[in-house]
């Protein structure tokens, strides 16, 4: 039976403190016990491990009053461990103490520690007022997840609330006009196709949107370490040559150029090797323990890759995910790879590749077009969920500011590290809550450059271009010829992206003219074509869980947690792109989460009707 109304008024929300606990982390995988040899997936493991036991404890992170680390042959100038230790910790700041040890008791193992951590219970805090109407189901955000999942649940005949906390709808696809001229660029998601992404594709075929076919004529750069371009065809492999030929404006001169052919056999074993391991994967449910228990650095090194190749791979985690290789799962890695078809097929520009589209009119002209479509009633922006309470039976109660709503059902479509923002009672269970916590974004922002005219193509160039220098890792051409609109987008990430993003938009701007003019060996060009840039740093976006494009996991996770990532907590169940066996952290991956979840809480109530 549901509660009076007040009732909700004596719900569990707030915390007081209750005692120490001690726990221990030790670098193990979780699933096989297996220590891995590299002290990067050992720090990385020994923080699941005591992670996993203070959550089994009922504490949590920022409870963790005193840390202490162990440290074989410790190098104060190499504080290798700090790197993980601030990520883990996020903000938090206990006591650290640090032994330096010569052995620990089992051979092999680096890192050790282990935790005071404060235990805390819940006290019941006043609430208020519950909204009369009860809803079918409470969605959690109006990106194309949450809209997807309304859209659907609507259409089956159910009442539907959906609660944004932005202004605006589209979460991660947010469209805006350029204030030079015509045309719009993407300030979040941009890319699409139209074969393996079919439901994404059908979606913005629906709102009658234009596709502009990505730009693969003419040949792409990179840029070594030491800021030096060189030109390769679309589709092959940069090569480790000094070519000048590129500085002639006739393309059939580009071809001639002497190629190392050994670095490119290398290059080429080293992304075959990925793709392979990828592909060996069951999508829904990723097992490797060996890839998980190390960083996708370590499988690196363990595949005998080169300087240059770890360079090239570190390219991929960054245009990816923002990541390192250092600080993700090697499964995590391979895994995101395989939702997207594989390697190939998700760094492809082409015909089912991963950024083989564009839209016109802007990407977020779909959760536009969706949101359009339903009743305004059932959407509120400007209501961020503070609190999801599940103390009831049957019933959930979402508060929002000084609102509560009840539904049966609730769908959660916020990217997982903004749950961690949410207050959940009964709290989530610790598979759940370690998969929560251990979410992390890398360093991922898109700055596009809009030209006069597009130089690039004149010279016999398609636009794309990486760089192991920075500031941007990739330059993609983002143009829309209707519009007269010629746009380079550079995505400065990682590590790399987060040095620039110290400095403001002016010096970083210059930057990027400098870079894109020493690429192209033409900066006066560059600089009279120029006309203006769009920024836009997802790290500021509290919604998104400050970052993007999606979060990673570090090692272990996967195997420990991984399984809960899709599974329901009582009435609450969850969705958002990361849930996604296909294309996850893609926009189709957000379409088919939206339409997974509203078909299991479907089913759920209209059954329950029956
Ligand atoms: C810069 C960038 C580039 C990208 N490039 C591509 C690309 O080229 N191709 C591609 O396919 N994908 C790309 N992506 C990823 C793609 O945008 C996402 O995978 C997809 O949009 C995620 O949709 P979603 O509905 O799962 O999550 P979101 O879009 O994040 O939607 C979640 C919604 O929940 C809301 N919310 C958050 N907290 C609360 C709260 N407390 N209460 C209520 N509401 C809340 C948010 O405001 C948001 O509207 C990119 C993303 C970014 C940011």
Not at 458 to 475: H, V
């Amino acid at each position: 039976m549901a509660p009076p109304v007040n009732a909700i008024a004596s719900a569990p929300l707030g915390t007081a403190p209750m005692g120490l606990i001690h726990v221990s982390g030790q670098p193990r995988s979780p699933v096989s016990n297996e220590v891995p040899a590299d002290f990067d997936s050992q720090v990385l493991l020994s923080l699941l491990d005591l992670h996993r036991a203070l959550l089994a404890a009922g504490g949590s992170i920022v409870g963790i009053a005193r840390l202490t680390l162990y440290i074989v042959n410790y190098n104060r100038r190499e504080l290798q461990h700090t790197r993980h230790l601030h990520r883990f910790l996020r903000g938090h700041n206990p006591i650290i103490n640090l032994v330096p040890v010569t052995q620990l008791a089992e051979p092999g193992w680096q890192f050790l520690l282990d935790a005071e951590v404060a235990i805390s219970h819940s006290i019941p805090q006043p609430l208020p007022t519950v909204d009369q109407k009860a809803w079918d189901v409470i969605v959690l955000g109006a990106g194309l997840s949450g809209l997807t999942a309304a859209d659907q649940l609507i259409q089956a005949g159910l009442s539907c609330l959906v609660l944004e906390a932005r202004d605006r709808v589209g979460g991660r696809t947010w469209s805006a006009s350029l204030s030079h001229g015509k045309g719009i660029v993407d300030i979040g998601a941009s890319w699409l196709n139209n074969t393996n992404q079919s439901k994404v594709s059908k979606l913005a075929r629906r709102f009658e949107v234009e596709f502009i076919t990505q730009n693969t004529s003419g040949n792409c750069l990179a840029q070594d370490k030491a800021g030096s371009s060189h030109v390769f065809a679309y589709g092959g492999l940069p090569v480790s040559y000094r070519s000048s030929a590129f500085l002639s404006s006739d393309p059939l001169e580009l071809t001639t150029a002497q190629f190392d052919t050994e670095t490119q056999k290398h290059l080429g074993e080293i992304r075959d090797l990925v793709e392979a391991d990828c592909q060996q994967l069951d999508s829904a449910n990723p097992q490797n323990p060996i890839h998980d228990a190390m960083t996708f650095l370590a499988y690196l090194c363990s595949r005998n890759a080169s300087e240059t190749a770890i360079a090239s791979a570190s390219i991929w985690s960054r245009a990816m995910l923002g990541q390192e290789p250092q600080d993700i799962s090697a499964l995590y890695f391979l895994h995101h790879c395989k939702a997207g078809g594989g390697l190939l097929q998700m760094r492809s520009d082409r015909v089912g590749g991963g950024q083989y589209l564009r839209i016109r009119q802007g990407t977020q002209s779909i959760c536009k077009g969706l949101a359009a479509s339903l009743p305004s009633k059932n959407i509120l922006l400007s209501s961020p969920v503070t609190a999801v309470n599940q103390s009831y039976p049957n019933r959930v109660y979402v508060q929002t500011g000084n609102r509560i709503f009840q539904a049966s059902k609730v769908i959660s479509t916020v990217p997982s590290p903004v749950l961690r923002g949410i207050q959940f009672t009964p709290t989530l269970p610790a598979r759940k809550q370690l998969l929560v916590d251990s979410y992390t974004y890398g360093y991922f922002t898109k700055a596009m450059l809009v030209f006069k005219n597009p130089f690039w193509a004149e010279k016999g160039f398609c636009g794309l271009a990486q760089s192991f220098t920075g500031p941007a890792s990739i330059i993609r051409d983002c143009s829309s010829p209707e519009d007269d609109a010629w746009i380079l987008t550079c995505f400065l990430c990682g590590d790399t992206g987060r040095t620039w993003s110290q400095q403001d938009d002016k010096i970083r701007t210059d930057s990027l003219l400098e870079q894109i003019g020493l690429m192209y060996s033409d900066k006066t060009r560059v600089l009279s074509e120029y006309l203006t840039t769009v920024w836009h740093d997802w790290t500021a976006e509290q919604y998104s869980g400050f970052g993007c494009p999606c979060p990673s996991l570090p090692p272990g996770v996967l195997s420990a947690a991984g399984d809960a990532l899709r599974e329901p907590f009582w009435n609450v169940h969850f969705s958002g792109t990361e849930t996604s066996v296909e294309w996850k952290g893609f926009m189709e991956g957000a379409v088919r989460s939206g339409e997974r979840s509203a078909t299991e809480v479907s089913k759920q109530l209209v059954g329950s009707r029956v």
